[in-house]
């Protein structure tokens, strides 16, 4: 049933104000973005319609999905949270770096490391004429701000107070290791949980979504047609009003990011944020978030969690999954060239990349190349052109790696990182391959004898797999489920569309086309900032000459 909650409602186990009569109700979710509903409902006689207010919550049928259950396989002990916690990769929590305390008047030498009002800091620089008085930080980048705190295991999940979490096992005096109900393991602290029952494996059950919670953001009353047009968002955006104070993070796990945002969040959030995704398989993050909303963090496409790890973004109400895209086997195999009424195909190289020169920095600040000078993808010969890109990586040798511990790059390690950020540009970022949408209306397809295969489209969920063939590149390619359309009275999908780029292309823009503000520095690629004030002062120096 489709029903309606008043605005304050927090308990949305029964039926609520009015279970609804709709004449439309349609469902658009995006892969790691959008997730909307609009419906057109009567104005009955019985004032249902007035219970569609702004802000009230509608609950709908979606496409189901299941997230399995953490299955332990004997009887286990249950326990709850007692207060917002971390559940942790491994059994231990970041530790604080602390070195002597700064001294006004005291002479440092090139390497010295301080404490100085609760930051750390190493001597990048000094000039005996005035170095003994220069506190730390400075704009003369006498002293460099390094690690404060160890890495410590990353966070998996931020847990919010009365969260149950399976027993594992009795690690120590200080952890346990336990599981989410949708399937994390990690480690927790012992004096965060209280023990709450003991179940047994038949008790387990898997989570599945069938339906979701929107809230209304428009109301339009049509008298003259005798209905009233409502739409809103899924009821995570409510994290859109979750300010983020400060977070500035180097070459961090996904797990770790998402951490480190939580934490910084400036009320609390309902639901509970987590991922699987806790070394760096997938590349590391590194950011500067300042007074941004809590989705905006998760899901904006130049800077956030979602898009820079190509994750798979679930969402149950108000719980938030942030999860490692697993290969499946394909529900269907396309060929390109095939058409019909109600199939769009759009295949492009625009943004094609097939050669990546990386560049980081040398100690002596000189732009560093590899010995080799680039890095190939392997679908380079399939094209009759060579399309390079220069790659900017974070680093310079003899300073911080940014790894959390108190270690410099070398010019082995920096290179290994170069070799490695050019590489996932081809492994992660599927550069090297062509960017190709099909759109598919299964509502004019269901009854063509020709597309009867393509009923399993009807089944699919958001980053699902399906197999594309095209000759006239000799790839085969897989295209991702990027966008569903569901009609909630029919209760079935009636428009998919696939993608092998599903957070879009990032093309270049005019500084006109900018606004005001728009453009932060963690949006700029490592090394920009830095030649924009080198161009600056060598303007200024020659206009002074």
Known sequence: MICVYPPAETDFTGNGAAVLTPTAAKIRMVAGGEYSFSLDHPLDPWGKWKFLVREAVVRLPVPKETIPAASVGYDTDIYKTTAKADLREGPSEPTTINYQQWVAGTTYTVGAKVTHQYHNYKCTYFDESSGQIMVPPNNSSWWTEIARRTSGSPSIATLNAGTELYLLEDVDTNWYKMSTTYGLTGYIKKSQVAYDRHISPSDLQPRVITEQLFRIKSVNVDKKNAKVSIS??????????????????????????????????????????????????????????????????????????????????????????????????????????????????????????????????????????????????????????????????????????????DTDWTEETLLAEMRSKAQARFSVDKADIPVTNVTVQLERLENTVEYAWMKGLREVVLYDYIDVEDPDIGLDITLTVSEIEFDCIKEKIVGIKLSNNIYGERNTVAGYNIVNGALTENKLAGGVKDNIIQDAVSQVLAILD
Not at 268 to 277: E, F, L, P, V
Not at 340 to 360: E, F, Y
Request: aromatic share 10%; glycine share 8%; net charge negative.
């Open 232 to 405: 809103g968002v899924h009821v995570s955006n409510d994290l859109n009003g979750v300010l983020v104070r400060d977070v500035n993070v180097t070459d961090v796990v996904p797990a770790m990011a998402i951490g480190k945002i939580t934490e910084a969040f400036m009320m609390d959030y309902k639901g509970n944020i987590a991922t699987n995704i806790a070394d760096d398989s997938f590349g590391t993050y590194t950011g500067t978030i300042k007074r941004k909303n809590g989705m905006f963090c998760l899901t904006d496409p130049d800077t956030g969690i979602v898009p820079t790890f190509d994750a798979r973004f679930t969402r149950d109400n108000w719980d938030l999954f942030i999860m490692e895209k697993t290969s499946t086997s394909a529900v269907c195999r396309i060929e390109y060239g095939k058409n019909a009424d109600g199939i769009q195909w759009n295949v492009n190289t625009n943004s094609l990349v097939l050669r990546v020169v990386p560049v980081a920095k040398a100690e002596s600040g000189e732009d560093l190349y590899l010995p080799e000078n680039y890095i190939d993808s392997p679908y380079i010969s399939n094209y009759p052109v060579t399309y390079m890109e220069p790659l900017n990586v974070k680093g310079q040798v003899g300073k911080d790696d940014g790894t959390g511990t």
